[in-house]
């Protein structure tokens, strides 16, 4: 890979990642409950387009068609059934206690992430492996459907339990 | 853009979505948070499965037999299993949250205590 190339990979990477960062602080902290689901969409968006960037451009799909198409909608939806949307996000009494919490979890990230030494894949890796990355929707079928197979069939057992629940559920 | 600087944006996201979880009242922005949390979960699976070699081919990378290939990809498998349950959980979240708003006219978690007395 050339520099210049990679820069680009870099900017683009910082870009992705800021929406990102930014738009989920605007759906914590927003009080406007449906800027909070738009803002969560821009935020699957920009999480799809790092997914580009790590050359997982099946996740990347899957992220977009099931993250922004389905589950956004069904959220969109579900804010659409309830009332006092503009004022409905209020915080409890939790808020010092919590940002203690999250800023301690978060220093064991950085500490451990930092910490770690890390035996990374070059940029430019042997053949075979990049091989593997640039055709990764073969490859998880391949997988899918031979090592994790019981996985793959209990996932759709589960879809189908969702399903009948969730009618079961709403049913008045 | 190296592996520490993905992981960094991933525990960053994990921790918008943890707060939110844990300092929010409404329960659709509970479920949201969760979402964001389940995305940076996903990001750091399919980061590690970019950027770290499996045992398997560590010891002999030219090796190209499917079996230590694939096992490249675990990430992948990984983050698509868990955007499976993801979608099962926030359909049946909202199921729930509809049912009780339906009962109570009230999404706030911390008013909802049926089973407390």
Redesign the interface.
């Known amino acids: 890979m050339t520099i210049e190339s ?1 820069l680009i ?2 900017v683009v ?1 910082w870009i992705v ?1 800021f929406v ?2 930014v738009s ?2 605007v ?2 902290q927003s009080k406007d ?1 449906f800027k ?2 738009l803002f ?1 969409i821009l ?2 968006f920009a ?1 799809a387009a ?2 580009v ?4 451009e ?2 990347a799909v ?2 977009v068609l ?2 922004v198409g ?2 956004s909608v ?2 969109v ?3 659409l ?3 006092d949307t503009q004022i ?5 009494k ?2 010092i ?3 203690i ?2 800023g301690f ?2 220093g064991t ?2 500490l451990s ?2 910490g770690t030494y ?4 070059p940029e430019n ?2 053949q ?2 990049e091989n ?2 640039s055709n ?1 929707t073969s ?2 079928g ?3 459907l031979r ?2 197979v019981l ?1 793959f069939e209990a ?1 759709s057992v ?2 189908l ?3 009948i ?2 009618l079961v ?2 049913r008045e | 853009m190296t592996f520490e600087r993905v992981l960094i944006v991933a525990a960053v996201i994990f921790c918008i979505g943890l707060y939110g979880v844990i300092t929010r009242k409404n329960a659709i922005v509970i479920l949201m948070s969760l979402e964001l949390m389940f995305n940076g979960v996903n990001i750091s699976a399919v980061a590690m499965s970019r950027y770290i070699l499996p045992a398997s081919l560590v010891a002999d990378t030219q090796t190209s037999s499917i079996e230590a290939l694939q096992f490249l990809l675990t990430g992948h498998i990984l983050s698509i299993f868990v955007i499976t349950v993801a979608a099962a959980e926030v359909a049946l979240g909202l199921a729930i949250i509809i049912a009780i708003y339906r009962s109570r006219e009230n999404s706030d978690v911390t008013a909802i205590n049926l089973l407390k007395y």
Do not use: C
């Not at chain 1, 960037?53 to 997982?56: C, E, G, M, S, T």
């Not at chain 1, 890390?118 to 894949?121: A, H, Q, Y």
């Open positions: 990679s990979v870099d990477f990642s990102a960062i989920a602080v759906v914590v409950l909070s689901a969560l935020s699957f999480i790092l997914f960037l790590l050359r997982a099946f996740i899957v992220q099931i993250y389905a589950i069904l959220i939806f579900a804010i059934m309830t009332r409905a996000n209020k915080p409890n939790l808020k206690p919590g940002l919490i999250v979890i978060l990230f950085f992430i930092s890390w035996v990374t894949l890796g042997p075979n492996v593997v990355f990764t490859w998880i391949r997988m899918l090592d994790f996985a996932a589960l879809l339990a969702a399903i629940g969730a559920i709403v």
